[in-house]
T-cell receptor, first 116, second 112 residues
Framework: AQKVTQAQTEISVVEKEDVTLDCVYE???????LFWYKQPPSGELVFLIR??????QNEISGRYSWNFQKSTSSFNFTITASQVVDSAVYFC?????????????FGSGTRLLVRP | DADVTQTPRNRITKTGKRIMLECSQT?????MYWYRQDPGLGLRLIYY???????NKGEISDGYSVSRQAQAKFSLSLESAIPNQTALYFC???????????FGPGTRLLVL
């Protein structure tokens, strides 16, 4: 069965520290998509990145980077030099190509608190 | 202007009342979704629609109904609200052929 696990419920760091948010997924599909969304205190969901199962290249966008490893079924998210504005709940999600709905299966989220 | 809008943003209602949450989008996407988020949990799918007149149940559709009035509008109804439907509700859109879903700002619903 498909599943997304974010084992870290809450992480607290001091500004300028690097932080990694873990995401482990389960799927039997050979074609799937992985996502990260950010939910700031205001509540909206902001799309950060999508990764296809056939593309294991890591990605960097400014202070954000993502490490996708199919061998360990992980899609981890690192924030370098964290800032207070990074404080939010971060969700990892999965969708499977065999599921015609392409619904998103979410992890339970990791709350990140960046202290000044 | 936001591409995906939801109204109302906040709503308090009483048990047994009928309530409708509305979603509109200007992204031109054909697929629309309704999810609910409970505290400490990720989002779960309630209903989805691939186009006007196409309605499909998600994993937690009991107690809800939807209407796709136009490609740009997708409404979620609670026919008789109950307290355990208190949650944050999100609408999302997606374009066929693309995998990313884009979310509206959410509606906070409190059922007393």
């Amino acid at each position: 069965a498909q599943k997304v696990t974010q084992a870290q419920t809450e992480i607290s760091v001091v500004e300028k520290e690097d932080v990694t948010l873990d995401c482990v997924y389960e799927t039997r599909d050979t074609t799937y998509y992985l996502f990260w969304y950010k939910q700031p205190p205001s509540g909206e969901l902001v799309f950060l990145i999508r990764r296809n199962s056939f593309d294991e290249q890591n990605e960097i966008s400014g202070r954000y980077s993502w490490n996708f490893q199919k061998s360990t079924s992980s899609f981890n998210f690192t924030i370098t030099a964290s800032q207070v504005v990074d404080s939010a709940v971060y969700f990892c999600a999965l969708s499977e190509a065999k599921d015609s709905s392409y619904k998103l299966i979410f992890g339970s989220g990791t709350r990140l608190l960046v202290r000044p | 202007d936001a591409d995906v809008t939801q109204t109302p943003r906040n709503r308090i209602t009483k048990t047994g009342k009928r309530i409708m949450l509305e979603c509109s989008q200007t992204k031109g996407h054909d697929r629309m979704y309704w999810y609910r988020q409970d505290p400490g949990l990720g989002l779960r799918l309630i209903y989805y629609s691939f186009d006007v007149k196409d309605i499909n149940k998600g994993e937690i559709s009991d107690g809800y109904s939807v209407s796709r009035q136009a490609q740009a509008k997708f409404s979620l109804s609670l026919e008789s609200a109950i307290p355990n439907q208190t949650a944050l509700y999100f609408c999302a859109t997606r374009k066929t052929g693309e995998e990313t879903q884009y979310f509206g700002p959410g509606t906070r619903l409190l059922v007393l």
